[in-house]
Protein backbone atom coordinates (compact mmCIF):
# COMPACT_ATOMS: atom_id res chain seq x y z
CA UNK A 1 0.00 0.00 0.00
CA UNK A 2 1.39 3.16 -0.80
CA UNK A 3 0.77 6.08 1.57
CA UNK A 4 -0.14 8.66 -1.48
CA UNK A 5 -3.21 6.20 -1.58
CA UNK A 6 -3.96 6.77 2.04
CA UNK A 7 -4.78 10.59 1.01
CA UNK A 8 -7.57 12.10 0.02
CA UNK A 9 -7.35 13.67 -3.62
CA UNK A 10 -8.86 16.65 -3.15
CA UNK A 11 -6.75 20.06 -2.26
CA UNK A 12 -6.96 21.93 1.60
CA UNK A 13 -9.92 24.45 0.39
CA UNK A 14 -7.37 26.81 3.40
CA UNK A 15 -4.17 25.30 2.00
CA UNK A 16 -2.16 28.42 1.84
CA UNK A 17 -3.47 29.25 5.26
CA UNK A 18 -1.97 25.66 6.59
CA UNK A 19 1.13 26.04 4.93
CA UNK A 20 1.95 29.35 6.21
CA UNK A 21 1.05 27.97 9.46
CA UNK A 22 3.62 24.81 8.42
CA UNK A 23 6.43 26.72 7.56
CA UNK A 24 6.24 29.22 10.43
CA UNK A 25 6.33 26.25 13.17
CA UNK A 26 9.13 24.85 11.42
CA UNK A 27 11.62 28.06 11.04
CA UNK A 28 10.73 28.44 14.98
CA UNK A 29 11.86 25.18 15.79
CA UNK A 30 13.99 23.43 13.48
CA UNK A 31 15.74 26.44 11.62
CA UNK A 32 16.25 28.39 14.63
CA UNK A 33 17.87 25.18 16.96
CA UNK A 34 19.48 24.22 13.95
CA UNK A 35 21.40 27.89 13.52
CA UNK A 36 22.11 28.12 16.92
CA UNK A 37 23.61 24.55 17.07
CA UNK A 38 25.83 25.15 13.74
CA UNK A 39 27.03 28.21 16.05
CA UNK A 40 27.81 26.12 18.77
CA UNK A 41 29.44 23.80 16.54
CA UNK A 42 31.57 26.65 15.40
CA UNK A 43 32.63 27.90 18.99
CA UNK A 44 33.53 24.18 19.87
CA UNK A 45 35.42 23.25 16.84
CA UNK A 46 37.58 26.57 16.51
CA UNK A 47 38.34 27.46 19.79
CA UNK A 48 41.85 25.25 19.56
CA UNK A 49 44.05 28.54 18.60
CA UNK A 50 42.72 30.64 21.84
CA UNK A 51 43.42 28.02 23.85
CA UNK A 52 47.06 27.32 22.82
CA UNK A 53 47.44 30.87 23.28
CA UNK A 54 45.59 31.01 26.84
CA UNK A 55 48.30 28.35 28.34
CA UNK A 56 47.01 25.33 27.50
CA UNK A 57 50.66 25.11 24.75
CA UNK A 58 52.51 25.52 29.04
CA UNK A 59 50.46 23.39 30.80
CA UNK A 60 50.25 20.30 28.62
CA UNK A 61 53.62 20.83 27.05
CA UNK A 62 52.11 21.10 23.49
CA UNK A 63 54.86 21.33 21.38
CA UNK A 64 53.96 22.47 17.34
CA UNK A 65 53.83 19.12 16.07
CA UNK A 66 51.49 18.02 18.91
CA UNK A 67 49.23 20.81 18.20
CA UNK A 68 48.96 19.78 14.64
CA UNK A 69 48.18 16.26 15.70
CA UNK A 70 45.59 17.76 18.34
CA UNK A 71 43.52 19.24 15.03
CA UNK A 72 44.07 16.53 13.16
CA UNK A 73 42.49 13.77 15.36
CA UNK A 74 39.12 16.33 15.34
CA UNK A 75 39.10 15.14 11.58
CA UNK A 76 39.67 11.38 11.75
CA UNK A 77 37.22 11.02 13.95
CA UNK A 78 34.46 13.69 12.17
CA UNK A 79 35.28 11.74 8.85
CA UNK A 80 35.11 8.48 10.12
CA UNK A 81 31.37 8.38 11.46
CA UNK A 82 29.68 11.06 8.91
CA UNK A 83 28.22 8.13 6.85
CA UNK A 84 27.50 5.85 9.21
CA UNK A 85 25.47 8.36 11.35
CA UNK A 86 23.41 9.71 8.05
CA UNK A 87 22.44 6.16 8.00
CA UNK A 88 21.45 5.83 11.66
CA UNK A 89 19.23 8.73 11.17
CA UNK A 90 16.89 7.45 8.79
CA UNK A 91 16.06 4.51 11.34
CA UNK A 92 16.00 6.81 14.49
CA UNK A 93 14.20 9.64 15.64
CA UNK A 94 16.66 12.96 14.58
CA UNK A 95 14.41 14.58 17.23
CA UNK A 96 16.64 12.25 20.26
CA UNK A 97 19.72 11.84 17.70
CA UNK A 98 20.77 15.49 16.75
CA UNK A 99 20.21 16.70 19.84
CA UNK A 100 22.10 14.09 22.04
CA UNK A 101 25.20 14.81 19.79
CA UNK A 102 25.38 18.58 20.54
CA UNK A 103 25.02 17.71 24.36
CA UNK A 104 28.00 14.60 24.13
CA UNK A 105 29.98 17.05 22.36
CA UNK A 106 29.51 20.00 24.49
CA UNK A 107 30.46 17.89 27.18
CA UNK A 108 33.43 16.69 25.94
CA UNK A 109 34.63 20.26 25.56
CA UNK A 110 33.77 20.78 29.26
CA UNK A 111 35.81 17.72 29.93
CA UNK A 112 38.40 19.01 27.79
CA UNK A 113 39.32 21.38 30.95
CA UNK A 114 40.44 18.52 32.89
CA UNK A 115 43.02 16.97 31.17
CA UNK A 116 46.89 16.69 32.54
CA UNK A 117 48.82 16.00 28.96
CA UNK A 118 48.37 15.78 25.36
CA UNK A 119 47.72 12.47 25.11
CA UNK A 120 44.09 12.97 26.86
CA UNK A 121 43.70 15.76 24.67
CA UNK A 122 44.36 13.72 21.66
CA UNK A 123 41.46 11.06 23.02
CA UNK A 124 39.21 13.82 23.77
CA UNK A 125 39.85 15.52 20.33
CA UNK A 126 38.91 12.45 18.28
CA UNK A 127 35.84 12.11 20.74
CA UNK A 128 34.51 15.04 19.66
CA UNK A 129 35.15 14.60 15.98
CA UNK A 130 33.07 11.38 16.67
CA UNK A 131 30.15 13.45 18.14
CA UNK A 132 29.93 16.16 16.09
CA UNK A 133 29.91 14.02 12.48
CA UNK A 134 26.32 12.98 12.54
CA UNK A 135 25.60 16.79 12.98
CA UNK A 136 26.04 18.56 9.94
CA UNK A 137 24.77 15.96 6.96
CA UNK A 138 22.11 15.49 9.73
CA UNK A 139 20.79 18.37 9.70
CA UNK A 140 21.05 18.83 6.03
CA UNK A 141 18.88 15.48 5.59
CA UNK A 142 16.56 16.85 8.32
CA UNK A 143 15.59 20.22 6.37
CA UNK A 144 15.45 18.24 3.54
CA UNK A 145 13.04 15.82 4.63
CA UNK A 146 10.70 18.67 5.57
CA UNK A 147 11.04 22.01 3.22
CA UNK A 148 10.10 22.27 -0.80
CA UNK A 149 12.56 22.97 -4.16
CA UNK A 150 11.10 26.46 -3.05
CA UNK A 151 11.87 26.70 0.30
CA UNK A 152 14.92 24.45 0.87
CA UNK A 153 18.29 26.98 -0.63
CA UNK A 154 16.87 29.47 1.37
CA UNK A 155 17.16 27.59 5.02
CA UNK A 156 19.92 26.17 3.81
CA UNK A 157 21.81 28.50 3.78
CA UNK A 158 20.59 30.04 7.23
CA UNK A 159 21.72 27.08 8.68
CA UNK A 160 25.08 27.23 7.26
CA UNK A 161 25.25 30.94 8.70
CA UNK A 162 25.27 30.12 11.80
CA UNK A 163 29.20 28.76 11.16
CA UNK A 164 29.75 32.11 9.43
CA UNK A 165 28.40 34.14 12.39
CA UNK A 166 30.27 32.31 14.73
CA UNK A 167 33.78 32.64 12.94
CA UNK A 168 33.02 36.39 13.02
CA UNK A 169 32.51 36.40 16.86
CA UNK A 170 34.62 33.11 17.77
CA UNK A 171 37.88 34.81 18.32
CA UNK A 172 36.45 37.79 20.86
CA UNK A 173 34.48 35.41 22.62
CA UNK A 174 37.03 33.05 23.21
CA UNK A 175 39.67 35.79 24.02
CA UNK A 176 37.73 37.55 25.86
CA UNK A 177 36.53 34.63 28.50
CA UNK A 178 40.42 33.53 28.15
CA UNK A 179 41.95 36.68 29.40
CA UNK A 180 39.29 37.62 32.02
CA UNK A 181 39.10 34.35 33.41
CA UNK A 182 42.32 33.58 33.56
CA UNK A 183 43.60 32.41 37.43
CA UNK A 184 39.74 32.46 38.60
CA UNK A 185 39.42 29.73 41.25
CA UNK A 186 42.93 28.36 40.77
CA UNK A 187 41.71 27.85 36.87
CA UNK A 188 43.97 29.40 33.84
CA UNK A 189 41.95 30.83 31.15
CA UNK A 190 41.68 27.74 28.65
CA UNK A 191 39.95 25.50 31.08
CA UNK A 192 37.39 28.18 31.37
CA UNK A 193 37.01 28.52 27.34
CA UNK A 194 36.62 25.15 27.64
CA UNK A 195 34.02 24.95 29.75
CA UNK A 196 31.53 27.62 29.35
CA UNK A 197 31.93 27.06 25.23
CA UNK A 198 30.92 23.26 26.06
CA UNK A 199 28.38 24.50 28.61
CA UNK A 200 26.26 26.83 25.31
CA UNK A 201 26.19 23.41 23.10
CA UNK A 202 24.85 21.78 25.76
CA UNK A 203 22.19 24.00 26.32
CA UNK A 204 21.36 23.88 22.99
CA UNK A 205 21.72 20.30 23.06
CA UNK A 206 19.05 20.23 25.85
CA UNK A 207 16.37 22.78 24.42
CA UNK A 208 16.73 20.44 20.96
CA UNK A 209 14.81 17.96 22.63
CA UNK A 210 11.85 20.00 23.09
CA UNK A 211 11.82 21.79 19.65
CA UNK A 212 13.41 19.28 17.22
CA UNK A 213 11.04 17.12 14.56
CA UNK A 214 11.31 14.16 13.54
CA UNK A 215 9.44 13.76 10.40
CA UNK A 216 6.09 14.31 8.82
CA UNK A 217 4.58 11.06 9.82
CA UNK A 218 5.67 10.87 13.47
CA UNK A 219 6.07 14.56 14.75
CA UNK A 220 3.99 15.01 18.02
CA UNK A 221 3.35 18.75 16.84
CA UNK A 222 2.65 18.73 13.35
CA UNK A 223 -0.54 16.58 13.14
CA UNK A 224 -3.86 16.93 11.36
CA UNK A 225 -3.93 19.04 7.94
CA UNK A 226 -0.21 20.29 9.01
CA UNK A 227 0.69 16.61 9.10
CA UNK A 228 -1.40 15.85 5.80
CA UNK A 229 0.11 19.16 3.99
CA UNK A 230 3.46 18.34 4.89
CA UNK A 231 3.79 14.76 3.59
CA UNK A 232 1.36 15.83 0.92
CA UNK A 233 3.56 18.98 -0.95
CA UNK A 234 6.95 16.95 -0.48
CA UNK A 235 5.21 13.90 -2.61
CA UNK A 236 3.71 16.16 -4.97
CA UNK A 237 7.97 17.44 -6.00
CA UNK A 238 8.78 13.16 -6.31
CA UNK A 239 10.20 13.20 -2.59
CA UNK A 240 9.72 10.18 -0.57
CA UNK A 241 8.70 10.25 2.95
CA UNK A 242 8.70 7.01 4.03
CA UNK A 243 12.01 4.66 4.29
CA UNK A 244 12.74 1.37 2.26
CA UNK A 245 16.02 0.58 3.93
CA UNK A 246 19.37 -0.04 2.64
CA UNK A 247 19.10 -2.56 -0.51
CA UNK A 248 20.57 -2.55 -3.82
CA UNK A 249 18.42 0.15 -5.18
CA UNK A 250 20.37 2.56 -2.94
CA UNK A 251 24.12 0.97 -3.99
CA UNK A 252 22.99 1.70 -7.40
CA UNK A 253 21.76 5.30 -6.88
CA UNK A 254 24.99 5.65 -5.27
CA UNK A 255 27.78 3.89 -7.19
CA UNK A 256 26.33 3.38 -10.54
CA UNK A 257 25.81 6.72 -11.61
CA UNK A 258 28.09 9.38 -12.30
CA UNK A 259 26.24 12.33 -9.83
CA UNK A 260 28.06 11.53 -6.69
CA UNK A 261 31.27 11.68 -8.03
CA UNK A 262 30.52 14.90 -9.79
CA UNK A 263 28.78 16.27 -6.73
CA UNK A 264 31.82 14.83 -4.34
CA UNK A 265 34.53 16.52 -6.99
CA UNK A 266 32.67 19.64 -7.21
CA UNK A 267 32.77 20.15 -3.50
CA UNK A 268 35.93 19.48 -3.25
CA UNK A 269 36.96 22.02 -5.72
CA UNK A 270 34.64 24.49 -4.08
CA UNK A 271 36.05 24.06 -0.92
CA UNK A 272 39.58 25.23 -2.27
CA UNK A 273 37.78 27.95 -3.40
CA UNK A 274 37.90 29.22 0.20
CA UNK A 275 41.41 29.28 0.46
CA UNK A 276 42.08 33.07 -0.03
CA UNK A 277 39.70 34.01 2.75
CA UNK A 278 40.72 31.45 4.94
CA UNK A 279 44.67 32.81 4.90
CA UNK A 280 43.99 36.49 4.97
CA UNK A 281 45.12 36.65 8.40
CA UNK A 282 48.26 35.11 7.48
CA UNK A 283 48.45 37.31 4.36
CA UNK A 284 48.12 40.82 6.73
CA UNK A 285 50.39 39.73 9.42
CA UNK A 286 52.97 38.77 6.62
CA UNK A 287 52.51 42.58 4.79
CA UNK A 288 53.30 44.03 8.35
CA UNK A 289 50.08 44.00 10.19
CA UNK A 290 49.70 43.21 14.02
CA UNK A 291 47.98 40.06 14.41
CA UNK A 292 45.03 41.43 16.99
CA UNK A 293 44.58 43.69 13.53
CA UNK A 294 44.69 40.59 11.40
CA UNK A 295 42.30 38.63 13.17
CA UNK A 296 39.98 41.62 14.02
CA UNK A 297 39.79 42.29 10.34
CA UNK A 298 38.23 38.84 9.92
CA UNK A 299 35.23 39.63 11.81
CA UNK A 300 33.15 42.15 8.83
CA UNK A 301 34.48 39.41 6.52
CA UNK A 302 32.80 36.46 7.98
CA UNK A 303 29.07 38.81 8.90
CA UNK A 304 29.66 39.44 4.88
CA UNK A 305 30.39 35.80 4.12
CA UNK A 306 27.04 35.01 5.77
CA UNK A 307 25.26 37.72 4.16
CA UNK A 308 26.06 36.47 1.40
CA UNK A 309 24.96 33.14 1.97
CA UNK A 310 21.83 33.69 2.47
CA UNK A 311 21.10 35.67 -0.33
CA UNK A 312 22.65 32.83 -2.86
CA UNK A 313 20.24 30.31 -0.94
CA UNK A 314 17.10 32.99 -1.58
CA UNK A 315 17.84 33.98 -5.14
CA UNK A 316 18.67 29.65 -5.94
CA UNK A 317 15.13 29.26 -4.63
CA UNK A 318 13.49 32.02 -6.51
CA UNK A 319 14.89 31.51 -9.53
CA UNK A 320 15.13 27.60 -9.28
CA UNK A 321 18.01 25.31 -10.80
CA UNK A 322 20.89 24.86 -8.33
CA UNK A 323 23.48 24.03 -11.00
CA UNK A 324 23.17 27.58 -12.61
CA UNK A 325 23.64 29.25 -8.92
CA UNK A 326 26.76 27.16 -8.54
CA UNK A 327 28.14 27.98 -11.99
CA UNK A 328 27.80 31.46 -11.41
CA UNK A 329 29.20 31.70 -8.00
CA UNK A 330 32.35 29.54 -9.61
CA UNK A 331 32.57 31.93 -12.46
CA UNK A 332 32.34 35.09 -10.37
CA UNK A 333 34.96 33.84 -7.86
CA UNK A 334 37.50 33.09 -10.44
CA UNK A 335 36.77 36.33 -12.35
CA UNK A 336 38.58 37.63 -9.07
CA UNK A 337 40.71 34.97 -8.63
CA UNK A 338 42.69 35.96 -12.01
CA UNK A 339 43.15 39.39 -10.22
CA UNK A 340 44.86 37.74 -7.39
CA UNK A 341 46.94 36.54 -9.34
CA UNK A 342 47.42 38.83 -12.05
CA UNK A 343 48.11 41.87 -11.19
CA UNK A 344 52.02 42.55 -9.54
CA UNK A 345 52.43 39.02 -9.51
CA UNK A 346 50.03 38.07 -6.86
CA UNK A 347 51.01 41.16 -4.77
CA UNK A 348 48.31 43.26 -4.55
CA UNK A 349 47.96 46.69 -3.05
CA UNK A 350 46.20 46.57 0.08
CA UNK A 351 43.04 48.26 -1.27
CA UNK A 352 42.55 46.11 -4.28
CA UNK A 353 43.38 43.14 -1.35
CA UNK A 354 40.72 43.51 0.40
CA UNK A 355 38.28 44.25 -2.42
CA UNK A 356 38.91 40.95 -3.70
CA UNK A 357 38.62 38.85 -0.54
CA UNK A 358 35.59 40.44 -0.38
CA UNK A 359 34.15 39.84 -3.90
CA UNK A 360 34.98 35.96 -3.98
CA UNK A 361 32.79 34.80 -1.08
CA UNK A 362 29.89 33.50 -3.10
CA UNK A 363 32.14 30.52 -3.06
CA UNK A 364 30.63 29.98 0.32
CA UNK A 365 27.33 30.02 -0.67
CA UNK A 366 27.42 27.42 -3.11
CA UNK A 367 27.83 24.69 -0.30
CA UNK A 368 24.13 25.37 1.15
CA UNK A 369 23.09 25.20 -2.47
CA UNK A 370 25.06 22.19 -3.62
CA UNK A 371 23.24 20.78 -0.57
CA UNK A 372 20.03 21.26 -1.58
CA UNK A 373 20.83 20.43 -4.99
CA UNK A 374 21.76 16.69 -3.93
CA UNK A 375 18.77 16.90 -1.26
CA UNK A 376 16.63 17.31 -4.60
CA UNK A 377 18.41 14.85 -6.42
CA UNK A 378 18.32 12.12 -4.62
CA UNK A 379 14.70 12.92 -3.43
CA UNK A 380 13.14 9.66 -4.67
CA UNK A 381 14.81 7.11 -2.13
CA UNK A 382 15.03 8.38 1.52
CA UNK A 383 18.70 5.96 2.52
CA UNK A 384 20.01 7.33 -1.06
CA UNK A 385 19.39 10.70 0.25
CA UNK A 386 20.97 10.74 3.33
CA UNK A 387 24.23 8.73 1.88
CA UNK A 388 24.50 10.58 -0.60
CA UNK A 389 24.95 14.02 1.94
CA UNK A 390 27.30 12.62 4.18
CA UNK A 391 29.35 11.40 1.24
CA UNK A 392 29.69 14.45 -0.25
CA UNK A 393 29.96 16.25 3.20
CA UNK A 394 33.04 13.60 4.17
CA UNK A 395 35.33 13.36 1.24
CA UNK A 396 34.51 17.02 0.27
CA UNK A 397 36.04 18.24 3.20
CA UNK A 398 38.56 15.67 3.66
CA UNK A 399 40.66 15.98 0.45
CA UNK A 400 41.45 19.82 0.16
CA UNK A 401 43.05 18.98 3.62
CA UNK A 402 45.51 17.13 1.90
CA UNK A 403 45.51 19.92 -0.84
CA UNK A 404 46.14 22.78 0.92
CA UNK A 405 48.81 21.50 2.47
CA UNK A 406 51.04 21.46 -0.60
CA UNK A 407 48.84 24.23 -2.40
CA UNK A 408 48.79 27.04 0.35
CA UNK A 409 52.12 26.99 1.67
CA UNK A 410 53.05 29.76 4.76
CA UNK A 411 56.36 30.26 3.15
CA UNK A 412 54.56 31.62 0.24
CA UNK A 413 52.65 33.91 2.05
CA UNK A 414 52.09 37.01 1.67
CA UNK A 415 51.72 36.19 -2.87
CA UNK A 416 50.56 32.28 -2.19
CA UNK A 417 50.97 32.17 -6.01
CA UNK A 418 50.72 28.73 -6.26
CA UNK A 419 47.69 28.36 -3.87
CA UNK A 420 45.74 30.98 -5.74
CA UNK A 421 46.80 29.04 -9.61
CA UNK A 422 45.89 26.03 -8.06
CA UNK A 423 42.18 27.01 -6.58
CA UNK A 424 41.57 28.83 -10.37
CA UNK A 425 42.20 25.52 -11.81
CA UNK A 426 39.61 23.47 -9.28
CA UNK A 427 37.37 26.39 -9.81
CA UNK A 428 37.33 25.95 -13.67
CA UNK A 429 36.73 22.57 -12.89
CA UNK A 430 33.84 23.05 -10.83
CA UNK A 431 32.10 25.16 -13.27
CA UNK A 432 32.46 22.03 -16.18
CA UNK A 433 31.36 19.45 -14.06
CA UNK A 434 28.47 21.69 -12.41
CA UNK A 435 28.04 21.75 -16.63
CA UNK A 436 28.31 18.35 -17.04
CA UNK A 437 25.80 17.45 -13.94
CA UNK A 438 23.17 19.63 -15.38
CA UNK A 439 23.24 18.45 -18.67
CA UNK A 440 22.82 14.50 -17.31
CA UNK A 441 19.90 15.45 -14.75
CA UNK A 442 17.85 16.97 -17.83
CA UNK A 443 18.99 14.93 -20.43
CA UNK A 444 17.20 12.25 -17.13
CA UNK A 445 20.29 10.27 -17.81
CA UNK A 446 21.17 7.45 -15.49
CA UNK A 447 19.13 9.22 -12.88
CA UNK A 448 18.73 7.64 -9.36
CA UNK A 449 15.55 5.57 -9.09
CA UNK A 450 13.00 5.27 -6.56
CA UNK A 451 13.11 1.33 -5.15
CA UNK A 452 9.65 -0.71 -4.65
CA UNK A 453 8.32 -0.11 -1.46
CA UNK A 454 5.93 -1.17 1.14
CA UNK A 455 5.42 1.80 3.27
CA UNK A 456 5.46 0.88 7.16
CA UNK A 457 1.91 1.27 8.53
CA UNK A 458 2.95 3.15 11.38
CA UNK A 459 3.32 5.80 9.22
CA UNK A 460 -0.51 5.51 7.64
CA UNK A 461 -1.38 5.19 11.79
CA UNK A 462 0.14 8.31 12.78
CA UNK A 463 -2.07 10.44 10.35
CA UNK A 464 -4.69 11.99 12.87
CA UNK A 465 -6.57 14.40 10.80
CA UNK A 466 -8.67 15.32 13.62
CA UNK A 467 -6.09 15.84 16.44
CA UNK A 468 -5.55 19.52 17.63
CA UNK A 469 -2.34 21.23 16.55
CA UNK A 470 0.11 22.35 19.27
CA UNK A 471 2.95 24.80 19.15
Known amino acids: MNYEDALPDETFANEAEVRKRLIRKLDLRLMLWAFFGYFANGLDRNNMPNAYTSGMDVDLNLESAAYNWALTMFFIGYIVLQIPANVIITKVRPSIMLPTVVFVWGAIVCFMSLVKNYQGLYGLRICLGFAEAAFYPGIVFLL ?73 HNTRFITGDLRELAIRRLERQGKTTSSSGLNWNTFRNLLTTPYIYLYTCMFICMQMGMGIVQNF ?76 VYLVVPIYGISPIMMSWANELYSCDRESRALAIAIINSIGNLAPNFINVAAWLVTDAPAFRLGKIV ?37 VNNKKPNEADEF
Not at 155 to 184: H, K, N, Y
Not at 308 to 336: E, N, P, T
Request: charged letters at 10%; a neutral charge; proline letters at 4%.
Open 281 to 356: PIILKKLGYQTSFANYMMIPVWIWVGIVVIAQGYMSDRFSIRAYHVIAGGVFSFIWYIVLVGVNGGNLPIGLLFAC
Open 423 to 459: TMSMLIAMVLMACLATFLEQKKIMLPQAPQRVVDEEM
Open 144 to 216: GSWYTKEELGTRTAIFVAGSQVSGAFSGLISGAIATSLDGANGMRGWKWLFIIEGLVAVVVGITGFFLLPDYP
